[in-house]
């Protein structure tokens, strides 16, 4: 097998040729190795396997050709040491903080997170006798306060779901390595095209590979990315050991998407900008927009000093709460009702009643979700159509 990657390339050119792995075959486009297990020659070469002495594959729940393929062509792109895919955005997200804390460790947080990073954060880690903390994502003061003590880790979503509040990466990077922790970055939102949290100081980045990077809503996936000995040393040996491995298929799936990722995200990007601005101009009937590329947007500056464009998730707020949140949704035919997000369909979902509903209503107060707000994964159809789609809803609502 021969590894085919450079640091010369530009990023699209990795992204189609970074980490092949061409077996004796000689493919083009790289193989499925749909296998559990490895054979080996002989005894002495499953001993050097095991003991690290010879390279190569021992058992899919570690590693395999295409999740190794995969997780070289997310490095290249991320400018990553490691990376390490497994079956899902939250079983990285949770093997990420897992892997380097224990009882009695401080870990702090961005109040804005996705629920399901929310649940690991104020639901399993107390149970395990971790101290969680959670700052308001524009509380400079707040930041302080809470990494003036030592922490294990800090765990940040920005732009956060969905609400889109930005957190200063620098600043946060910053303070937590005065906290001797390690800052985790969730990157999902503005994907590794248009923030590079690495770049601006964090030491951990975390994917769902599920969102834009699969693009195609086919597959579940996640990854982990960081400096080779987090990840050979202290996540590797949580995730061999646990599990969360993923599909050979899903990593192919997603190692395919990535050479088209530019192209299609530029697409999402060009959208989520028309859509963020027509929505903004119907001041009748919508109440406010939050979209991190929109000057209205309240840390619209910081935003653009740490990702490059706003991105394909636009939150706005509707006059009338969920009553008129939910006609709206019925009354469009053309985007899809879906509390996932990037999918090459515009989808569209009503986040207190479907993924912050577990939140509950304090919870969802505290996190700024209203009912009268949508999300709107903004997807690469013609940017015309979407619009008279969401033009017609509003007539209607
Ligand atoms: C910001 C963020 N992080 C993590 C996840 C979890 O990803 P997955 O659904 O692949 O487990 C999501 C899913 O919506 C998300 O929006």
Request: charge should be negative; include cysteine.
């Amino acid at each position: 097998m021969s590894d085919k990657s450079s640091k010369n390339w530009q990023e699209q050119t990795r992204l189609v040729h970074g980490g092949v792995l061409r077996s004796q075959y000689g493919e083009t486009s790289e193989a499925i190795y749909m296998n559990s297990g490895f054979c080996y020659e002989n005894a002495e070469v499953a001993e050097s396997r095991f003991n690290g002495e010879a390279p190569g594959f021992v058992y899919s729940r570690y590693s395999n050709p295409n999740l190794a393929m995969l997780e070289s062509r997310l490095a290249e792109l991320e400018g990553a040491e490691a990376c390490n895919v497994m079956a899902s955005g939250m079983a990285a997200v949770f093997a990420a903080i897992m892997c380097q804390v224990k009882a009695g460790d401080r870990v702090v947080a961005g109040r804005a997170l996705f629920s399901s990073c929310n649940y690991i954060l104020t639901q399993i880690l107390p149970r395990f006798g971790v101290e969680v903390i959670l700052v308001e994502s524009a509380d400079d003061a707040g930041w302080q306060a809470a990494l003036s003590k030592p922490t294990a880790c800090v765990f940040i979503e920005t732009p956060s779901n969905p609400i889109l509040e930005i957190i200063d990466i620098r600043r946060v990077a910053e303070l937590t390595h005065k906290a001797g922790g390690r800052l985790i970055v969730d990157n999902v939102f503005a994907t590794p095209l248009l923030q590079k949290p690495l770049e601006l100081g964090a030491d951990i980045v975390v994917y769902s590979t599920t969102k834009h990077m699969d693009g195609q809503g086919r597959c579940l996936g996640g990854a982990v990315l960081g400096d080779a000995k987090f990840i050979n040393e202290v996540l590797l040996p949580f995730h061999r050991h646990t599990g969360p491995a993923l599909s050979p298929f899903n990593a192919w799936v997603m190692n395919k998407a990535l050479e088209t990722f530019p192209l299609r995200a530029e697409r999402h990007f060009d959208n989520g900008e028309k859509i963020a601005e027509f929505l903004n101009a119907q001041t009748a009937k919508v109440k406010r927009v939050l979209y991190p590329g929109l000057k209205n947007h309240p840390q619209h500056t910081l935003a653009m000093s740490q990702q490059k464009r706003g991105g394909a998730l636009v939150t706005f707020e509707l006059e009338g709460g969920k009553e008129s949140a939910f006609h709206f949704m019925n009354a469009l035919e053309l985007v899809v009702i879906s509390n996932n997000l990037g999918d090459a369909r515009t989808l569209i979902a009503h986040p207190a009643t479907t993924t912050h509903a577990s939140l509950g209503a304090e919870g969802r107060t505290e996190a700024g979700i209203t009912d009268g707000m949508l999300r709107i994964s903004v997807g690469i159809e013609a940017a015309e159509d979407i619009i008279s789609d969401l033009s017609r809803a509003l007539a209607k609502t």
